[in-house]
């Protein structure tokens, strides 16, 4: 029998329990699908995913002697055929539980003989969510709580890594070269640019990352609002691939701490940010429509603004506001930005011109390569206010005092803003990845209005007149 794995996320062999069941039943055969769910998936992410996708099926090759079966199409239309093909009694899926991929589970349920059967492989998360339920066994709605809870019942296990050598299954139909693959056409110039700034991908660099990353872990509580130093871990990327899980890297973090005692408040900070992300997927399982709808019913009615001429100033990077910018422009050049920095470009959006959080969500997953849907939802309705927060809308981040504290120096700035100075190569690259109609002048310039204050005045006061109408 054929042992059968979808493969949609999880580009890993160790901590993948998919792989490993799909393995356990005979010559495997790995089929990826370009279906509508990816093609609906931002730029920057598509050319993400390919080459996790590249560096995956070059690892397969070496263990099992065949890569990657990659169709285009709709996996219920094409995976019964494969399924009577190949003699699978089994599709094995690492779970990745948003409502498109649901909704494509359950298109494929029905396609499937009535004697085959899905199964789905948990691994994208710490802990399934179904084991991290409140005392009446809903969702947690609240961090904090859902935190401690997390924590007292403790992730789950990673699994082993998968086998060296293993068989392979002889594909029934013909598949797009790898070679010739292309997902992310519509990057244009940006492409080049991704190619130069862009974190290498694949589970082995994940790995490597981790590893170095706990080498130097001292002063991460302070260093990782610091977007002049290098104090993040860099595995957001990975994580949202799944070319290394979750489960692997808390256990890898307890491991260090175990050894080295003096930096357990360190690993604390570092493993509350990665229950961060948990929470933010199981906000999303419980409410599917986080990106489009606020989260808080008492502000899906508040008046934001819509498309225009400040949102594409803000989506240029010439609010003339030097974080702000620099911020915007780090995420076009290397698809990421610092998270303090996504938190006053978010505040900006949101807050100081009250434009509609869905407008910035959607330039986000456009534009980084760490895109996340859960993340990505959760934080933009947390900055704008209608999101899990207990003081929602009075949030306003000044990026004036923010850059001070965090960039004290400018390094930062510097380093994203072309001004009078010869300017850094990132600055520089920034240029090359404007697409046809965009018009940025060489120079960075800040603007001479109180837009700051001003800006935070105007929203309180708005947010005060739509309560009072509410």
Same mark, same amino acid.
């Given at each position: 029998?054929?042992?059968?794995?979808?493969?949609?996320?999880?580009?890993?062999?160790?901590?993948?329990?998919?792989?490993?069941?799909?393995?356990?039943?005979?010559?495997?055969?790995?089929?990826?699908?370009?279906?509508?769910?990816?093609?609906?998936?931002?730029?920057?992410?598509?050319?993400?995913?390919?080459?996790?996708? $590249?560096?995956?099926?070059?690892?397969?090759?070496?263990?099992?002697?065949?890569?990657?079966?990659?169709?285009?199409?709709?996996?219920?239309?094409?995976?019964?055929?494969?399924?009577?093909?190949?003699?699978?009694?089994?599709?094995?899926?690492?779970?990745?539980?948003?409502?498109?991929?649901?909704?494509?589970?359950?298109?494929?349920?029905?396609?499937?003989?009535?004697?085959?059967?899905?199964?789905?492989?948990?691994?994208?998360?710490?802990?399934?969510?179904?084991?991290?339920?409140?005392?009446?066994?809903?969702?947690?709605?609240?961090?904090?709580?859902?935190?401690?809870?997390?924590?007292?019942?403790?992730?789950?296990?990673?699994?082993?890594?998968?086998?060296? $050598?293993?068989?392979?299954?002889?594909?029934?139909?013909?598949?797009?070269?790898?070679?010739?693959?292309?997902?992310?056409?519509?990057?244009?110039?940006? $492409?080049?640019?991704?190619?130069?700034?862009?974190?290498?991908?694949?589970?082995?660099?994940?790995?490597?990352?981790?590893?170095?990353?706990?080498?130097?872990?001292?002063?991460?509580?302070?260093?990782?609002?610091?977007?002049?130093?290098?104090?993040?871990?860099?595995?957001?990327?990975?994580?949202?691939?799944?070319?290394?899980?979750?489960?692997?890297?808390?256990?890898?973090?307890?491991?260090?701490?175990?050894?080295?005692?003096?930096?357990?408040?360190?690993?604390?900070?570092?493993?509350?940010?990665?229950?961060?992300?948990?929470?933010?997927?199981?906000?999303?399982?419980?409410?599917?429509?986080?990106?489009?709808?606020?989260?808080?019913?008492?502000?899906?009615?508040?008046?934001?603004?819509?498309?225009?001429?400040?949102?594409?100033?803000?989506?240029?990077?010439?609010?003339?506001?030097?974080?702000?910018?620099?911020?915007?422009?780090?995420?076009?050049?290397?698809?990421?930005?610092?998270? $303090?920095?996504?938190?006053?470009?978010?505040?900006?959006?949101?807050?100081?011109?009250?434009?509609? #959080?869905?407008?910035?969500?959607?330039?986000?997953?456009?534009?980084?390569?760490?895109?996340?849907?859960?993340?990505?939802?959760?934080?933009?309705?947390?900055?704008?206010?209608?999101?899990?927060?207990?003081?929602?809308?009075?949030?306003?981040?000044?990026?004036?005092?923010?850059?001070?504290?965090?960039?004290?120096?400018?390094?930062?700035?510097?380093? #994203?803003?072309?001004?009078?100075?010869?300017?850094?190569?990132?600055?520089?690259?920034?240029?090359?990845?404007?697409?046809?109609?965009?018009?940025?002048?060489?120079?960075?310039?800040?603007?001479?209005?109180?837009?700051?204050?001003?800006?935070?005045?105007?929203?309180?006061?708005?947010?005060?007149?739509?309560?009072?109408?509410?």
């Amino acid at each position: 029998m054929t042992g059968l794995l979808w493969l949609t996320r999880d580009f890993r062999f160790t901590d993948n329990s998919a792989l490993l069941a799909a393995i356990g039943e005979g010559p495997l055969l790995v089929v990826f699908f370009i279906d509508r769910t990816l093609c609906k998936q931002g730029a920057a992410s598509r050319w993400r995913l390919e080459r996790a996708l $590249r560096c995956y099926d070059s690892a397969l090759r070496h263990r099992s002697g065949r890569g990657v079966l990659i169709l285009e199409g709709e996996p219920d239309r094409l995976l019964p055929d494969i399924v009577q093909q190949t003699g699978a009694r089994r599709v094995h899926q690492g779970d990745f539980p948003t409502a498109a991929t649901r909704a494509t589970q359950d298109r494929l349920r029905a396609a499937l003989p009535p004697q085959v059967e899905l199964v789905l492989h948990p691994g994208h998360l710490l802990a399934q969510p179904a084991a991290i339920r409140t005392a009446g066994g809903g969702s947690y709605r609240v961090f904090a709580p859902f935190a401690r809870a997390l924590r007292r019942f403790g992730p789950d296990v990673p699994q082993p890594e998968a086998p060296q $050598r293993f068989g392979a299954a002889d594909p029934p139909v013909r598949g797009i070269d790898i070679a010739r693959l292309d997902l992310a056409p519509d990057l244009h110039r940006g $492409r080049a640019v991704l190619d130069r700034f862009a974190l290498p991908a694949g589970e082995d660099r994940a790995r490597e990352r981790l590893d170095g990353f706990l080498d130097h872990l001292s002063g991460y509580a302070e260093g990782r609002d610091r977007p002049d130093r290098a104090a993040t871990s860099e595995l957001s990327e990975h994580l949202a691939l799944g070319e290394i899980s979750p489960r692997t890297v808390w256990a890898a973090a307890e491991l260090r701490a175990q050894s080295n005692p003096a930096i357990s408040g360190e690993v604390e900070k570092f493993l509350t940010e990665v229950i961060w992300r948990d929470f933010a997927w199981h906000l999303l399982i419980a409410f599917p429509d986080m990106a489009q709808i606020p989260w808080r019913p008492e502000l899906r009615g508040f008046p934001w603004q819509g498309e225009g001429p400040e949102l594409r100033r803000w989506e240029r990077a010439e609010t003339g506001i030097a974080l702000v910018d620099a911020g915007l422009r780090e995420m076009r050049v290397t698809g990421r930005m610092h998270n $303090r920095v996504r938190m006053v470009v978010a505040s900006w959006l949101t807050k100081h011109m009250l434009t509609d #959080w869905r407008l910035g969500l959607r330039h986000f997953e456009e534009s980084l390569t760490d895109w996340d849907p859960a993340s990505n939802a959760m934080n933009w309705q947390w900055v704008a206010g209608c999101g899990p927060d207990a003081s929602p809308f009075f949030r306003i981040f000044n990026p004036e005092t923010q850059a001070e504290r965090f960039d004290p120096k400018g390094a930062y700035r510097a380093r #994203w803003l072309p001004g009078r100075r010869q300017p850094a190569a990132e600055a520089e690259a920034y240029y090359d990845t404007l697409p046809p109609g965009w018009t940025v002048p060489p120079l960075w310039r800040p603007r001479e209005d109180d837009a700051v204050s001003e800006g935070r005045k105007h929203a309180l006061e708005s947010y005060q007149a739509f309560r009072c109408l509410s």
